[in-house]
């Protein structure tokens, strides 16, 4: 009777566990706030990615456009300037600004290679 | 009695189930976004997105895109934002240059005709290698965006700079003759002006002047580009609240702390002026 008893209380627990989490993923999940950069979409991070190698042109502080850089993606610095110079070339960006990517790029990638 | 006690640990246990799903699904670990806007960012993101933008800014020097970029944040006070976190990051030390920025920034906010000038940057490879370079990482990448994309802020305007004019011989350096301020109330933009003559007191063209920020970068400009006002003539518009140094030639003397100075009106109403450099080559 007793162990009946357990057994019935770790199953409504197991229930309302359920219940819980259907609720605050499915039925009502929390709103879209505190997001972090990483989450961003592409055509933001791509906007990101040509000011931080606009900052990089200005003052060549690499270390500090890596650490720019890794705050919008988990993937390396090349990657992600890379993935921004896709899609800044499929929103039309101009020479400049993809110039300005490119050297970050070229430059993130000797610098990976000398390392 | 049995049944009753029955029915509330049961009772029990489904409201501690619920209690723990809701602290995971709500708090622990919550639905994850993805392809977000700058706009649900957290507070700490939000002020390294702020950060980037004016540090873009001061290469730019566009101020409609620093401001439609700065809209994309929604804050309820953008200048405030941007003045809060500028002091936040003098009082913490270091990153002036990052402070500087988004104090100009907060400016650009309050008076958005505001033109700066901007910083000088270090490109080493022509534009033309432009599509090659940065080709192969789009063909590399497997992955294609599929949102819908979202308005582009405006395309930066650049900014014409000087190009590049024959050295005149080198002779002794030039020195400076005089420094006067300039109140005129109609002129728009604050200038350092600088008008270089030769030992006989003709206007030389083509002589290099490099002007410096303190923690910024170093501009190069020369004389001749305006030979409708003089041709040993040549400007350079100063920013609110910069300091500049300036050099007049290869070897010649650093004129420091240069910034814009304050006029009066006739009502006593302050307003921005100019500053006048008279150099000449000695005898």
Do not use: C, W
């Given at each position: 009777m007793r162990k009946n008893r357990l057994v019935g209380f770790i199953i409504a627990i197991v229930v309302g566990i359920s219940a819980g989490l259907i609720y605050g993923w499915v039925i009502n999940p929390a709103g879209v706030r505190n997001t972090s950069l990483k989450s961003l979409r592409n055509d933001y991070k791509a906007d990101y990615v040509l000011m931080v190698a606009e900052c990089y042109a200005s003052?060549?502080?690499?270390?500090?456009?890596?650490?720019?850089?890794?705050?919008?993606?988990?993937?390396?610095?090349?990657?992600?300037?890379?993935?921004?110079?896709?899609?800044a070339q499929q929103m039309g960006y101009s020479n400049l600004e993809l110039m300005y990517m490119a050297e970050l790029e070229k430059a993130l990638t000797m610098s990976k290679a000398g390392d | 009695?049995?049944?009753?006690?029955?029915?509330?640990?049961?009772?029990?246990?489904?409201?501690?189930?619920?209690?723990?799903?809701?602290?995971?699904?709500?708090?622990?670990?919550?639905?994850?976004?993805?392809?977000?806007?700058?706009?649900?960012?957290?507070?700490?993101?939000?002020?390294?997105?702020?950060?980037?933008?004016?540090?873009?800014?001061?290469?730019?020097?566009?101020?409609?895109?620093?401001?439609?970029?700065?809209?994309?944040?929604?804050?309820?006070?953008?200048?405030g934002a941007l003045v809060e976190q500028a002091q936040t990051l003098l009082v913490s030390g270091g990153k002036d240059l990052e402070a500087r920025?988004?104090?100009?920034?907060?400016?650009?906010?309050?008076?958005?005709?505001?033109?700066?000038?901007?910083?000088?940057?270090?490109?080493?490879?022509?534009?033309?290698?432009?599509?090659?370079?940065?080709?192969?990482?789009?063909?590399?990448?497997?992955?294609?965006?599929?949102?819908?994309?979202?308005?582009?802020?405006?395309?930066?305007?650049?900014?014409?700079?000087?190009?590049?004019t024959p050295q005149p011989t080198q002779g002794a350096p030039y020195e400076l003759l005089e420094q006067s301020n300039v109140c005129e109330p109609e002129m728009k933009q604050s200038l350092i002006q600088v008008y270089v003559v030769d030992a006989a007191g003709?206007?030389?063209?083509?002589?290099?002047?490099?002007?410096?920020?303190?923690?910024?970068g170093v501009e190069t400009f020369f004389t001749g580009l305006y030979p409708e006002i003089n041709p040993g003539y040549?400007?350079?518009?100063?920013?609110?609240?910069?300091?500049?140094?300036?050099?007049?030639?290869?070897?010649?003397?650093?004129?420091?702390?240069?910034?814009?100075?304050v006029c009066e009106d006739d009502e006593g109403n302050e307003y921005p002026g100019s500053i006048r450099l008279d150099y000449q080559q000695p005898k």
């Open positions: 003052d060549g502080d690499l270390a500090g456009a890596v650490e720019r850089l890794e705050a919008i993606s988990t993937s390396d610095a090349v990657s992600v300037v890379q993935q921004g110079l896709l899609t | 009695m049995n049944e009753k006690r029955g029915s509330l640990h049961l009772l029990t246990g489904v409201v501690i189930g619920v209690l723990i799903g809701l602290l995971v699904s709500l708090v622990l670990l919550p639905v994850q976004y993805i392809d977000t806007e700058p706009r649900t960012l957290k507070e700490s993101d939000r002020a390294s997105y702020r950060e980037v933008i004016a540090r873009a800014f001061l290469v730019e020097a566009d101020t409609p895109r620093a401001l439609a970029r700065l809209a994309l944040l929604q804050d309820a006070n953008p200048s920025a988004l104090a100009l920034l907060a400016a650009a906010v309050n008076q958005p005709s505001m033109v700066i000038t901007p910083l000088a940057v270090v490109l080493p490879s022509p534009i033309q290698n432009v599509t090659n370079t940065v080709t192969a990482p789009a063909l590399q990448s497997t992955n294609t965006p599929t949102e819908t994309l979202a308005t582009r802020t405006p395309a930066v305007t650049i900014t014409p700079r000087p190009t590049y003709k206007p030389v063209e083509g002589v290099k002047i490099e002007i410096s920020q303190p923690n910024g040549a400007d350079y518009t100063m920013t609110q609240g910069m300091t500049y140094n300036l050099r007049v030639g290869e070897a010649g003397g650093l004129v420091q702390n240069l910034s814009i100075p």
